[in-house]
T-cell receptor, first 113, second 114 residues
């Protein structure tokens, strides 16, 4: 069955280290998104992509980057991890913007010490 | 850009009672309003959605209403059950370009007491 997966599911790292979170979907969806979820803030958009080689900044993009070299993957990189980036990260995908429904991955809990 | 406000932030009801969660949005061009349910430790999952050309939509015990003039929409859960306990998020989507992205409310934690 088609699905969306994230890895790792849990990660502990140190301040200043580079971290990459993986997101892989097998629905062949054009659109992919990265959100962070923090208590009291809901889901905030970090970066998004509408197709291969397309990437865009979201509401809270500082300190994060993404690349889209194929349809299936949108890795999220924290260039130099900070304690403020401790959060739960969700990847999502959708067929196209017009349909609207986004399917979420299981999430990655990242702790920056 | 779009801004979505959600109330209340927490809601506690007795099993069998109804629960109502309300959201307001700022962009009159928004045309799609989904609701997601997130159980503890799980991913958000779509439970119901409504488009701007419809005023109400029902699916068994859940319903969503939309008032475009007032720019608000609400989730109604009837005959609540303990398994309805979760965090619920509303969202709104604009039209075209980056406005096609979903903007989420901050969530409502619903507790259903047996």
């Amino acid at each position: 069955d088609a699905e969306i997966t994230q890895s790792p599911r849990h990660k502990i790292t140190e301040t200043g280290r580079q971290v990459t979170l993986a997101c892989h979907q097998t629905w062949n969806h054009n659109n992919m998104f990265w959100y962070r979820q923090d208590l009291g803030h809901g889901l905030r958009l970090i970066h998004y992509s509408y197709g291969v080689q397309d990437t865009n900044k979201g509401e809270v993009s500082d300190g994060y980057s993404v690349s889209r070299s194929n349809t299936e993957d949108l890795p999220l990189t924290l260039e130099s991890a900070a304690s403020s980036q401790t959060s739960v990260y969700f990847c999502a995908s959708s067929q196209d913007v017009g349909r609207g429904e986004q399917f979420f991955g299981p999430g990655t809990r990242l702790t920056v010490l | 850009g779009e801004n979505v406000e959600q109330h209340p932030s927490t809601l506690s009801v007795q099993e069998g009672d109804s629960a109502v969660i309300k959201c307001t949005y700022s962009d009159s061009a928004s045309n799609y309003f989904p609701w997601y349910k997130q159980e503890l430790g799980k991913r958000p999952q779509l439970i119901i959605d409504i488009r701007s050309n419809v005023g109400e939509k029902k699916d068994q015990r859940i319903a969503v209403t939309l008032n475009k003039t007032a720019k608000h929409f609400s989730l109604h859960i009837t005959e609540t059950q303990p398994e309805d306990s979760a965090v619920y998020f509303c969202a709104a989507r604009g039209y075209g370009g980056s406005q096609g992205n979903l903007i989420f409310g901050k969530g409502t934690k619903l507790s259903v007491k047996p």
